[in-house]
C-alpha cells in the first residue's frame, strides 16, 4: 500500500524501535511507497510513512532492497560532506558520509547478512540509518 509521506519532525526525531517478523506489512509498505516516487526518491525508511521501525528500502543500481535492523559495522575510507534532500523535509543539508560502508542486517526472509556497498548506494543507505537513528537529514 503506498502510504503518505511523514513530514513531522518530532516524529521523525524519534529513534526507530527493532522490526521483527510481524513487520513484513510495513516493509512491502515501504516498498510500494518508494516506488511510487521512484522518480523523486531513490530510499526511505519506515519513519518516513509514520512508522517507528527499523526498516530501510533503497534503490541498488536500479533494483528495490530492504533491510530490517540495518546496522552500519564498518566505515571504510575517510568522510567526506554531501548536501542532501529528503522527501520528508524541505530543502537541502550537509551531511557526513563514507564511500564503502558494510551493513549487518536482516533481508526480507529474516536471514542475517553482512554485506558491504559503495559509492551512491552507500550514501542512499548511510542517509535512510540516520533516519532510524532519529537524526534529521
Do not use: W
Not at 503518505?4 to 526507530?16: R, T
Amino acid at each position: 500500500m503506498i502510504r503518505k509521506i511523514c513530514k513531522d519532525e518530532k516524529f521523525l526525531a524519534i529513534v526507530s524501535e527493532e522490526a521483527s517478523k510481524n513487520d513484513t506489512n510495513i516493509g512491502q509498505d515501504l516498498l510500494d511507497t518508494l516506488e511510487y516516487h521512484k522518480d523523486k526518491c531513490v530510499g526511505m525508511a519506515a519513519n518516513m510513512i509514520s512508522f517507528s521501525k527499523r526498516i530501510i528500502v533503497f534503490f541498488n543500481e536500479g533494483k528495490k532492497e530492504i533491510m530490517y535492523n540495518p546496522v552500519i559495522i564498518k566505515t571504510f575510507g575517510e568522510p567526506y560532506f554531501v548536501e542532501e534532500g529528503c522527501l520528508s523535509l524541505n530543502g537541502v543539508r550537509k551531511a557526513k558520509r563514507y564511500k564503502k560502508i558494510q551493513v549487518e542486517f536482516f533481508n526480507s526472509d529474516f536471514k542475517k547478512i553482512q554485506r558491504t556497498y559503495s559509492g551512491f548506494t552507500s550514501q542512499i543507505i548511510q542517509h535512510e540509518i540516520d533516519h532510524l537513528h532519529g537524526i534529521i537529514i
